[in-house]
């Protein structure tokens, strides 16, 4: 079972703009399509972005052109850049594999964006 942990979100103001990282425990993480997914209060999960293994990338339609999503398989992590952050991203962000198979989930990292 490979492990995850997130890290690198925060309190960011409006327009701002963050940088999370995604820590695999596996070498199997390397040819995993990856996600990043999120969950505000009261909402379900959704997908923000996925990358594939040899890197082609897509987003959510409420993120595309502002979050930017990479992997580094040499150190088995993946991230996600956010930037131009709205109030409507704040929430807990986790990665996990993209086709639903999931891991156990992380923790996740916390991202409130204040207006």
């Known amino acids: 079972q490979v492990q995850l942990e997130e890290s690198g979100g925060g309190l960011v103001q409006a327009g701002g703009s963050l940088r999370l990282s995604c820590a695999a425990s596996g070498n199997i993480f390397r040819i995993m399509s990856m996600g990043w997914y999120r969950q505000a209060p009261g909402k379900q999960r959704e997908l923000v972005a996925y990358?594939?293994?040899?890197?082609?990338?897509n987003y959510a339609d409420s993120v595309r052109g502002r979050f930017t999503i990479s992997r580094d398989n040499a150190k088995n992590m993946l991230y996600l850049q956010m930037n131009s952050l709205e109030p409507e991203d704040t929430a807990v962000y986790y990665c996990?594999?993209?086709?639903?198979?999931?891991?156990?989930w992380g923790q996740g990292t916390q991202v409130t964006v204040s207006s």
């Open positions: 996990n594999r993209f086709d639903e198979a999931y891991w156990s």
């Open positions: 990358i594939r293994s040899g890197g082609s990338t």
